[in-house]
Each structure stands twice: as C-alpha cells, then as structure tokens.
C-alpha cells in the first residue's frame, strides 16, 4: 500500500475539501483508500493511503493530467458549449437536473484506462426542502460552463514547468498557477469587490495567481459530501484526526458527530457582484 504525506491548511476549506477529493479520485481508480489528518510538530497534514500504488497524489495527479473534460447532456437536447467543451448525450431516461443548462451540466473526467471522475455538486437542485446545498459559490459569467472551467483548471496545471510539477506531488495545495476562472473554493485566489480602484471583472483576458489542484480536487470532493450549510453566507465543516475510509470522511465533512477525534470549523462568505458569486473570507476553529 503506497502513502502520500502532504502538508494542508486546515482553515483554508478549499484544501480540506480536495483532501477528500483525493480519495475519491484514488476510489475511483479501483483503490481501496483511507486517509485522515495529523498533527505534525505544529504543522497540519493529511495522510492518504492506497494499495495498487505507491504514490497516490502523483497517480492522482497522472490521472488528471491525461482525462478528458467532457459534459453530460440529456439525448433529447441540442446543447453546444461555446468554449468548444465536448458534450456527451446520455441515453438514459432519468437525468440528474430537472431544468439542464449548459453552464452547469455535469462534468466527467475521463481516463485513458475507462476509469472516469464526476464533478457534478453545483449542478443539483436548491429549495426549501432540499437535503444538501450545491455549494455553489460562482456565478453564470456570461454563460462560462463548469466544464470550461474545469479544462481551464487542468490546463493551467498543465502548462507549469517541470519543477513546479514535481514540486505538487509533495505540496499539491500550495502550487501556484494563473488561471482565469475557477469555482471558487480557494480563498487565497477570491476577492471581494469595494467599489474603489479597479477590479478583475473589468479587464479582459486577466489572469489572477491561484491554486488549480485546490479548486479541481475540491470540486471532486464535494461530489458525495457537503459542508453543513447554516445560511447562504455560513458553513460549517469538519476534519477527522483517524485514519477513515472514504465512505466514512465524507460523513465527518459535514460535522456530523464521530466514534474518531474530529475538529470542527466555520466559514463565513460575502458576496462578490450582483452575479451570485460568493466568496469564502472568513474561517475560524469552534472550540
């Protein structure tokens, strides 16, 4: 059984969500994984460990480098992404989202060896009754799809030279990239608007720094699991200090209560523009 060993800000959410997105990748790879937090002399990490492996972030990360981003469509629509996304049609009968559009049509990974990895959390449906919240923090900019977003993301991992590459099997989470666009799950790259001096929305073709592996792996790892929402611009969310399978952390994310040591956390949001995104600014531990 290989083992990965890197270092994670636990009141960063973004990396605690894609700690989790990590094990799913490795699940989804056919690898029985565990992982959980440590302490180590002051400085947070997670612990990931997989069998078939011997390094899990770097398979992780060979996975992502080579998949295609591909959108999923219902058979009976003519949907086109105008960032030139390909657009499966699924011929099932039953569809995720009732009312499917472009921007937020599932996305799937796809692996050379058939293995394939879904990003789909901000596609499901919000109401009064519904279950979980979609975490949804971006807005519609201009109609730009997930999976645009996504195969942004990828490539701007891509495009890194070959020391900052091997540098992320190590610290994936603190590789810095410039990208154009993300879900905005890492709050070192976000901004809040303050009406004064200029802002990124107002300049075309604008790259901001930010940390692609945060962004990709944390969209994965809320597939199966969410922070606890407490309001549109609050949430609560939980790490586990055990090792855990993955069937078990995705639980623990969302500070349910645990037979493991577990910390919990609260985020606070504030609004970015009129165009519903949101951005994480605030994060504090609950003692």
């Keep these: 059984m290989g083992q990965s060993r890197i270092p994670v800000d636990l009141r960063n959410p973004g990396q605690v969500f894609a700690c989790l997105g990590l094990m799913e990748v ?9 992982g959980g937090f440590e ?11 997989a069998d078939k492996t011997y390094s899990p972030v770097g398979t992780a990360l060979d996975f992502l480098t080579c998949a295609k981003v591909v ?10 992404d105008k960032s030139g996304v390909t657009i499966d049609r699924l011929d099932e009968m039953v569809f995720p989202q009732a009312e499917p559009k472009t921007s937020i049509l599932p996305v ?16 499901e449906a919000v109401s009064q009754t519904a279950i979980r919240d979609n975490c949804k923090f971006w807005g519609g900019a201009a109609g730009y799809s997930a999976a645009a977003r996504t195969r942004d993301l990828i490539s701007a991992f891509i495009q890194l030279d070959g020391e900052l590459k091997r540098q992320a099997v190590n610290d994936p989470f603190n590789v810095p990239a410039l990208i154009s666009n993300g ?15 200029f802002s990124p929305n107002e300049i075309r073709d604008m790259d901001i720094t930010g940390y692609p592996l945060v962004e990709l792996f944390a969209a994965i790892g ?30 623990v994310l969302g500070g349910s209560n645990a037979i493991c040591e577990i910390k919990r956390f609260s985020m606070e949001l504030q609004l970015v523009n009129r165009g519903g995104d949101r951005s994480i600014c605030f994060v504090y531990e609950e003692l």
């Excluded at 799937?108 to 596609?123: E, T, Y």
Aim: one cysteine or more.
């Design 39 to 49: 302490n180590d002399n002051g400085q947070a990490k997670f612990v990931i460990k």
């Design 71 to 80: 959108a999923i469509a219902p058979s009976a629509n003519e949907f086109k």
């Design 108 to 123: 799937v990974l796809q692996g050379r060896d058939g293995a394939s990895v879904s990003i789909s959390h901000f596609s």
């Design 183 to 197: 879900f905005r799950l890492e709050m070192r790259r976000d901004y809040v608007a303050i009406d004064v001096g």
């Design 26 to 34: 490795m699940e989804s790879l056919g690898s029985a994984v565990c």
């Design 222 to 251: 809320l597939e199966h699991a969410r922070p606890r929402k407490i309001s549109r611009l609050k949430y609560h969310y939980a790490v586990w200090m055990n090792m855990l399978p993955t069937s078990l952390a995705r639980v």
